[in-house]
């Protein structure tokens, strides 16, 4: 009797210590609980534990996965440097692009209709209410770190009312490498590949390699418009300075930035560039974009802009209506012809330039000039002669005396 009455009687005591221990801790936790109740509560809250950091961990996991749709492998994911609020679900960034196989050979392979989807996606978050985009194109040699792309997007922020353009700008890379930068600096990124060229350095003027990439513009551009989507396309060497949309010309299909201007934006003689463009998506303009990027079977050798001086004469343009118009460089200008009065200037290009360090040297002279000027009171500004200190590095009697061709008898790029 002794043996059996003892083995409840310690076993009950070992009970009694562990509940009370267990108890005493619940009473710290949650106040004075019942030892049972407080068991239940005790794992309800261990239970929602896990089940929280699962969702969590799974939550990052896909996001992780969204980002990796769109970069190749092996490929560091950069952190993009925007707010909070666009990455909540409903405001997801516009960071998409093609997808790049690891296999050279298989690019361009990807369903056509995936590509459009991906673009079209992007155009989207970037439109304005009219459905108008601005875009610029970016490679590896000026998406460097305090490079060409920095002072495009500083422009943008000390312009007098051209930050909130910055809402409605489309950078489209060119490499994996510019791609990379675009998603830390900006919110819509987009991939552009053209088969079997690498576009990361600075580019060769009129090699293989720089004709296609200028002709890959053409008919990218070309897609755009058939979208739906009306254009502004801007060299990244170009700074914005002013809003352009009050001097644009209306009833104009085609409007078009030039290297010299003569003074009437119907003649055809002017001088166009093609760094800066303001295309309205109709059947005209689609019309012409088609028209322009099949002529360069009929101009082999030549780039986009030298064969746009020659069919701008062509009857195809009137016989389709379309309405070609020339910007003036009081309002748009370039080195190679600068606008004269900063109260009317709206952009400035950084063309005729001979090399990538020149470009960058006249560029920051030139963002300078500007926050000098805008520092300004507004009735010195009405009242002053300011102009600018560029062309220095870039000045055209400089590239008059440089030898364009190089070694290899192939032009060097000129801006």
Same mark, same amino acid.
């Given at each position: 009797m002794k043996k059996s009455i003892s083995r409840p009687v310690t076993f009950q005591r070992r009970r009694s210590t562990a509940a009370l221990t267990r108890s005493a801790v619940l009473k710290l936790c949650a106040g004075n609980m019942l030892p049972d109740s407080g068991a239940f509560v005790f794992r309800a809250l261990a239970f929602l534990f896990f089940i929280s950091a699962g969702v969590f961990f799974w939550f990052v996991l896909f996001r992780s996965a969204h980002y990796s749709l769109y970069l190749p492998f092996p490929f560091p994911l950069p952190v993009p440097r925007a707010?909070?609020?666009?990455? /909540? *679900? /409903? *405001?997801?960034?516009?960071t998409f692009g093609l997808i790049l196989p690891s296999d050279p050979s298989e690019v361009g392979n990807s369903p056509p209709e995936n590509e459009e989807l991906r673009l079209e996606r992007v155009l989207k978050d970037a439109a304005m209410e009219d459905h108008t985009v601005i875009l610029t194109t970016l490679n590896e040699a000026w998406a460097a770190p305090d490079s060409v792309i920095d002072l495009f997007l500083e422009s943008f922020r000390i312009g007098d009312h051209t930050r909130r353009y910055l809402n409605h700008l489309v950078i489209i890379a060119l490499d994996q490498k510019a791609f990379a930068r675009c998603l830390i600096l900006h919110t819509h990124c987009f991939t552009l590949v053209t088969e079997g060229v690498d576009f990361s350095g600075e580019a060769y003027f009129m090699t293989s390699d720089y004709l296609k990439m200028m002709w890959r513009r053409i008919d990218f551009l070309r897609s755009v418009l058939e979208m739906g989507y009306n254009f502004i396309f801007s060299d990244a060497d170009i700074m914005w300075f002013r809003d352009p949309f009050p001097h644009f010309l209306p009833n104009a299909d085609f409007q078009i930035a030039c290297d010299h201007f003569l003074g009437d934006p119907y003649n055809v003689n002017n001088r166009p560039n093609g760094g800066f463009n303001y295309v309205k998506s109709n059947n005209r303009s689609i019309e012409f974009y088609k028209f322009w990027y099949s002529s360069r079977e009929t101009y082999p050798g030549l780039h986009d802009q030298d064969v746009l001086n020659i069919i701008k004469f062509d009857p195809?343009?009137?016989n389709i209506g379309l309405e070609m118009r020339f910007l003036d460089t009081a309002h748009f200008g @370039?080195?190679?012809e600068p606008s004269k009065d900063l109260n009317l200037v709206s952009t400035m290009h950084a063309n005729?330039?001979? @090399?990538?360090?020149?470009?960058?040297?006249?560029?920051?002279?030139?963002?300078?000039d500007w926050k000098e000027y805008m520092s300004l009171p507004p009735s010195l500004k009405r009242s002053s002669e300011a102009t600018w200190r560029v062309p220095q590095n870039c000045s055209l009697d400089a590239l008059q005396s440089i030898q364009l061709y190089d070694s290899k008898d192939k032009y060097l790029q000129t801006g």
């Open positions: 707010a909070p609020s666009s990455f /909540n *679900n /409903n *405001n997801w960034p516009a195809f343009i009137m @370039g080195l190679c005729c330039c001979f @090399g990538l360090e020149s470009k960058l040297h006249d560029l920051r002279i030139m963002l300078q």
